[in-house]
């Protein structure tokens, strides 16, 4: 079986699995999280990092990480690709051979990137028999967030496009299409919302949750969101959670036990005549 015919089988089958129709898909980070269980992140990365799969066998815990960007649809593309590694359990592969070559196991993952983003059956939906244009390649890529050299082979894929329309159009770039057909706007917005990074979700709510028993910091909270203290503080006082203060029962006086205090001796030290404590000082130094 080919790398093509596996992976869009296996996006089909999530796509199906999960009731995801052939509609574009939301927030692809959340939708990870939500049916794999797998935690994600936006990080920091270098310019030539885009993402990666790691698994923890001792804990059985996957994690995908993807590198904050200014490219929205590549790292759309990105988060699909390493979901695409999740469910093949690619990571078992120890990548022996030839690196200037792409494996199987990355076209596979990159044919279900494709199908996940852009199913035929939603981008035939989408034409509608109706004629093809630059407009057209425009509108997918906006609807469905994902690039114009994805959008072109599956506009191809469809029979929707000949062959060197396809090869025409994948030279297109997102930016250039959002200028010509009127969505600079639209792109600004999806740029800023990817060029920062972001906490697996699991884990910021177990962490807001410590917070809420004193037992995190808002510290904490803000270094896995990238953000002020004050700011992380403000926004959780203003959602209703606010750390309880911690009350200890030794410091408040009225809790502190009754003492009995025999002050005889020394209202008997205060009351004896001059030297007589001096005297009594010398005997006891002397037994």
């Known amino acids: 079986m080919t790398a093509e015919t596996e992976g869009r089988g296996a996006a089909e089958e999530f796509r199906t699995g999960y009731r995801l129709g052939i509609q574009p898909l939301g927030d692809l980070a959340a939708l990870i999280e939500q049916t794999t269980g797998v935690d994600v992140a936006v990080l920091e990365a270098g310019l030539d990092q885009h993402g990666l799969t790691m698994r923890d066998p001792a804990r059985d815990a996957v994690f995908i990480g993807v590198a904050r960007t200014r490219n929205p649809m590549r790292q759309r593309s990105t988060l699909a690709h390493e979901l695409a590694h999740v469910l093949f359990g690619d990571w078992a592969d120890d ?6 070559e792409r494996t199987h196991a990355e076209r596979r993952a990159d044919a ?13 939906q989408f034409v509608a028999d109706q004629p093809v244009t630059p407009a057209t390649l425009s509108n997918i890529v906006q609807r469905f967030l994902a690039s114009p050299a994805m959008a072109a082979i599956q506009l191809c894929e469809g029979g929707h496009i000949d062959a060197a329309t396809k090869d025409h159009w994948r030279e297109s770039t997102t930016p250039q299409l959002a200028a010509r057909f009127g969505w600079s706007d639209q792109y600004a917005s999806l740029q800023a919302e990817s060029d920062h990074t972001r906490a697996p979700q699991r884990l910021l709510a177990r962490a807001v949750a410590g917070y809420a028993e004193s ?4 510290q904490t909270i803000a270094t896995l969101r990238g953000i002020p203290a004050g700011q ?3 926004e959780l006082r203003a959602a209703g959670i606010a750390a309880p203060t911690q009350r200890i029962s030794w410091t408040d006086a009225d809790d502190l036990p009754d003492v009995d205090v025999d002050l005889a001796e ?8 001059d030297g007589a404590d001096g005297n009594r000082t010398r005997d006891r130094e002397g037994r």
């Not at 990548?95 to 200037?100: A, F, I, P, T």
């Open 95 to 100: 990548h022996d051979g030839d690196w200037s």
């Open 112 to 124: 279900f990137a494709r199908h996940l983003l852009l199913p035929v059956d939603g981008v035939a």
């Open 215 to 218: 037992v995190v910091s808002v």
């Open 232 to 234: 992380a503080e403000a």
């Open 266 to 273: 020394l209202d008997h030290d205060l009351g004896a005549p």
